[in-house]
């Protein structure tokens, strides 16, 4: 079993700056991708970045250039340093770790970027 616990959330003005963290325990694999999404209420639950155990990273168009992915496989700990956060960021952020063909999910942490 895999357990995510994320951290770092909160309520940020725009132009701000926050850094969310997600420690992972349990039954890790060597080989994992693991990432962060977000979904706001009525909406999908949308790709923000991952960061494969090589270390490939992938973001998603709205944020590249202004997050930064980044995990520390001494402590099982993915990263997202999140800068001149917009509004539009807004949302509940939940981390996620792929390894074979299990997905595991954190509970979720809150931004709220205020205009």
């Known amino acids: 079993q895999v357990r995510l616990v994320e951290s770092g959330g909160g309520l940020v003005q725009a132009g701000g700056s926050l850094r969310l963290s997600c420690a992972a325990s349990g039954s890790i694999f060597a080989s994992n991708t693991m990432g962060w999404y977000r979904q706001t209420p009525g909406k999908p639950r949308e790709l923000v970045a991952t960061i494969t155990s090589a270390s490939t990273t992938n973001y998603a168009d709205s944020v590249k250039g202004r997050f930064t992915i980044s995990r520390d496989d001494a402590k099982n700990t993915v990263y997202l340093q999140m800068n001149s956060l917009k509004p539009e960021d807004t949302a509940a952020y939940s981390c996620?770790?792929?390894?074979?063909?299990?997905?595991?999910w954190g509970q979720g942490t809150q931004v709220t970027v205020s205009s």
């Open positions: 996620n770790l792929k390894q074979t063909r299990y997905d595991y």
